[in-house]
């Protein structure tokens, strides 16, 4: 399945440098066409020339080398090859390497390609064990998972140091067989849709102080952003409040009350292929949210906030659908479950609408994993079974392109 994909190499300093002599070779076998470039640090490990003749082309090592390149080649080099690669594999991954992408640096040229990319980004992290278990290493790690990075657990074992643990770069068939399944995965059929998605709970404002907000966390829009702009979609993403990674290639709004969702929106919606409505919008907000502070009055004294409906965002999208537009809501019901999903879907008139039971184990809010029912305007009701939410994020996605 790798027969002339790009494959692009992007080797670290780190002793397992040597190593990677070995994927470049076996990528090749499967007729991948592979290009490799390497931080300075890396040439202290392998020379380029290895990595040249086992790839057949020439590696680039800096920005500004100019060997054989002319000034605009220096001045597009970066961007040339993040638009050649199908796959960006980085291994070894150092710990240096993976905390400058975490902050988006951009000092050598694998940054600045890293950055510059749009296509999977793959890490094998390689590294002592201290250093890879060291907490900063392990946050900036998931922090690059959050946004879509494709990380290769290392193996665990004896290490150059000494040391025993994990930090081994992986055995080159796991890593060929993780490039396949991530290109498979990001089968780029949703390129050219614009897909808007949004996600979180919203804040309304009771006093400067307080609010009105709820449970959601927003991890399952974020997994749809996620997944769309891997499958190629141009994904905008209007989020509440949540303290989340923004996904690699995503255009991330952030609002905080319906008013302001609601206001997003519109703006981006009538030039949208497909609306996700993943939000978690709160129906009522205070009537007039107070200039200053409310004081306690007594301690035996309750508080009456008299309540006030917000816009329902899907219902008016709803009302002005154009033909050939998918409006897909989300329905979480704690009774009744399928005949209220079934009322929204025809009163907002959505395409199909996404249940949400707060009765599943490993469904609800916060969790990594979700339990969800699709009830299609057209055909048979689905339940899913428990998956995670990236996964559901998907199987929404795969119904959603065969109505596009
Ligand atoms: N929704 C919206 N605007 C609102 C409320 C909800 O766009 N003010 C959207 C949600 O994003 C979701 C769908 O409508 O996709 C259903 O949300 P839900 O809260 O389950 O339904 P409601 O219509 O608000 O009904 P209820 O709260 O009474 O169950």
Redesign the pocket.
Known sequence: MLRGKHILVGVTGGIAAYKVCYLVRDLRKTGADVKVIMTEAATRFVAPLTFSALSGHDVATDLWSVNQSSASDIATRHIDLATWADAFIVAPASANTIAKLTYGLSDNLLTIIALASRCPILLAPTMDADMYINPVTQQNIGRLQERGYVVIPPDEGDLASGLKGPGRLPEIQVIIETIEHTLDKSAQDLKGKRILV?AGPTFESIDPVRFLGNRSSGKMGFAIAKAAAQRGAEVTLVAGPVSLETPRSVRRIDVES?AQM?EAVHAHASKAHAVI???????YKPQAAAKNKIKKQGPAESLTLELAS??????S?GEKKKKGTVL??????TDNELL?AQE?LK??NLDF?VLNSLKEKGAGFGTETNVVTIVPRRGKIEKLPLMSKFDVANEILNRLKNLL
């Open positions: 949004t319906a609601h409505m993943a939000a978690a919008v709160a129906d917000t816009p329902d965002i899907l219902l999208l897909v809501g989300f329905a979480l019901e209220n929204k009163k907002k609408i």
